[in-house]
């Protein structure tokens, strides 16, 4: 079968097999994976959502690191091709989606059942593939973490990408006021189009000015929950627009600056922070992402949310979809579809 494999630690927007320099590699001839256990379902993949933590996965700078070599992993969707003989919740030709630290930038994955989901009829199965890690990681922190409220002020940063496009979507499903910040006239204007309250053009001045004037004009007080995959200097200057008792979201740092959250401040105004790592999750409340995962499928079938794919690629062209995140000009997801395989014989144990 075909499969994206890292190599090494490098630069993964450089052609895979061009050079010394590329880390990656098209292999297609890696060996179709075996069921392992009586409850392990193997996965025909149909398209997998490249997130930022992948690209760092292939840097080298993720918190997670892989024996190299490795084949990429991420959130994936796809079909049921075969099944162990303790298998209870999935049959042949069902239609799921999961998450995967490796090996999901392939043609077939095996995984066990507890950890796949299946997607429900009127949803995109290309567009599934986004939900576990953009979309629950925006869950878990706006529902289970901040519990958003109706009308509370949510300021969403980098609210043009994978997981601020998320938390936009589902600041609005639970009737929060939502201020988006991106950068650039392209970003701001689909997120007008995406319902927001008021958006935020970075390239045309700083966050502080722009959110007070609109705060002002609706007569409210500050803001209530920010949702911070960026980091740096921007969530500095958030932290001034912030109400008493409000909460921080630590998503990430796509700045490559790790903020400082003065304690004092935080002290006197009450501030409570969270740290969001999803991946936590799975392993420490799998009980609870299970839970966030069925309801965002759920939203997904009947309209609430909507996946907006920027573009897609071949697993041969991926270090095409790595140059968009590098170069910051995706919108919403940027996504591999995978070519159907020829059909092999199911497997048994």
Known sequence: MEALVCRKHGDPTNPPDSSENSPLSVSTSHPIPNLISPTSVRVRIKSISLNYATYLQVLGKYQEKFPLPFVLGSDYSGVVESVGPNVTKFKIGDRIC??????????????EEHELYGVPDGCDLVAAAAIPVAY??????????ANLKSDQVLLVLGAAGGVGLAAVQIGKVRG????????????VEFLKSMGVDHAVDLSKGGVIE????????KKLKGVDVVYDPVGGKLMKESMKLLNWGAQILVIGFASGEVPVIPANIALVKNWTIHGVYWGNYETNRPGVVEDSLKELLSWLARGLITIYMSRS????????????????????KVMITVDDPKTIPSSRL
């Open 176 to 187: 929060a006021i939502v201020i988006a910040v991106a950068r650039g006239t392209e970003k």
């Open 136 to 145: 629950g990681t925006s869950h878990q922190a706006l529902v289970h973490r």
């Open 98 to 111: 999961a998450h995967a630290g490796v090996g999901s930038f392939a043609q077939y994955i095996v995984a």
């Open 313 to 332: 690629y071949k697993l041969q062209e991926a270090y095409l979809a790595f140059l968009e995140i590098k170069d910051r000009k995706v919108i919403g």
């Open 210 to 217: 722009s959110v007070k004037s609109f705060l002002k004009t």
